[in-house]
């Protein structure tokens, strides 16, 4: 199983039969992934019409897209038709540590007692490539991977709305992540992975959450260092 199947196994299924939702959706997940993945660098003013330009779609679908992604908070509104990834303060991310030590960890906790063998097998797939990633310096293989390593297990914690938080909390910080792997590089970059799956093999709810904690800490106090030194 290569790179390209790990993360992209949905995009290559709607893309089968082709893609039948709506244009707003489709304008809506392609900007999202945009923010989630640091393509659209934070502070740096975009107009909609680039967006329209850029994505080649009409104006309503990235209006509508926009108005999601603002109330998202991944957004904010510039006037003069302009929008921007908004730029973290050092309280956002002391909020954003605290928000995510709460909400991951127990989706983490609440997963470990659902994940069967062939799940936990699926997740290892999924760190191996990362560790790929991160010898190779690849910062675009390495977000996207180790995105999808904790989407998948958090998707098995069968909590909407916590998993919902967490999804909003990543498309805030994601930008300023891919802004810390291109100062300090990825073998900088923080790796619980192999002791979060440690615990879910064993079965222990409070070590996988432990685990995401410390992996969580590692990433965003790497962020609050980058921040300070600019």
């Given at each position: 199983?290569?790179?390209?199947?790990?993360?992209?196994?949905?995009?290559?299924?709607?893309?089968?039969?082709?893609?039948?939702?709506?244009?707003?959706?489709?304008?809506?997940?392609?900007?999202?992934?945009?923010?989630?993945?640091?393509?659209?660098?934070?502070?740096?003013?975009?107009?909609?019409?680039?967006?329209?330009?850029?994505?080649?779609?009409?104006?309503?679908?990235?209006?509508?897209?926009?108005?999601?992604?603002?109330?998202?908070?991944?957004?904010?509104?510039?006037?003069?038709?302009?929008?921007?990834?908004?730029?973290?303060?050092?309280?956002?991310?002391?909020?954003?540590?605290?928000?995510?030590?709460?909400?991951?960890?127990?989706?983490?906790?609440?997963?470990?007692?659902?994940?069967?063998?062939?799940?936990?097998?699926?997740?290892?797939r999924i760190?191996?490539?990362?560790?790929?990633?991160?010898?190779?310096?690849?910062?675009?293989?390495?977000?996207?991977?180790?995105?999808?390593?904790?989407?998948?297990?958090?998707?098995?914690?069968?909590?909407?709305?916590?998993?919902?938080?967490?999804?909003?909390?990543?498309?805030?910080?994601?930008?300023?992540?891919?802004?810390?792997?291109?100062?300090?590089?990825?073998?900088?970059?923080?790796?619980?992975?192999?002791?979060?799956?440690?615990?879910?093999?064993?079965g222990d709810?409070?070590?996988?959450?432990?685990?995401?904690?410390?992996?969580?800490e590692q990433?965003?106090?790497?962020?609050?260092?980058?921040?300070?030194?600019?």
């Open positions: 199983m290569n790179q390209l199947e790990l993360i992209e196994n949905r995009a290559s299924a709607a893309t089968s039969t082709g893609d039948k939702r709506p244009a707003h959706e489709q304008v809506y997940q392609a900007l999202r992934s945009q923010i989630l993945f640091g393509e659209l660098v934070p502070g740096q003013p975009v107009t909609i019409q680039g967006l329209t330009d850029s994505l080649g779609v009409g104006m309503t679908p990235v209006r509508e897209a926009i108005r999601r992604l603002i109330s998202d908070g991944a957004l904010i509104f510039q006037g003069n038709r302009r929008v921007s990834v908004p730029l973290l303060s050092t309280g956002d991310i002391e909020e954003m540590i605290f928000a995510r030590r709460a909400i991951e960890s127990e989706l983490s906790r609440r997963a470990t007692g659902n994940l069967q063998a062939a799940d936990i097998d699926h997740l290892e760190d191996r490539h990362l560790d790929r990633t991160i010898a190779d310096g690849d910062v675009s293989g390495y977000l996207k991977l180790n995105q999808a390593f904790h989407e998948t297990l958090y998707a098995h914690a069968n909590t909407p709305i916590l998993s919902d938080l967490a999804e909003r909390l990543w498309l805030r910080f994601g930008p300023s992540l891919r802004v810390v792997c291109g100062r300090f590089g990825t073998q900088s970059l923080p790796d619980r992975h192999k002791e979060i799956i440690t615990a879910l093999r064993n709810a409070e070590q996988a959450a432990r685990a995401t904690i410390q992996d969580i990433g965003m106090e790497l962020m609050a260092e980058a921040l300070t030194s600019t």
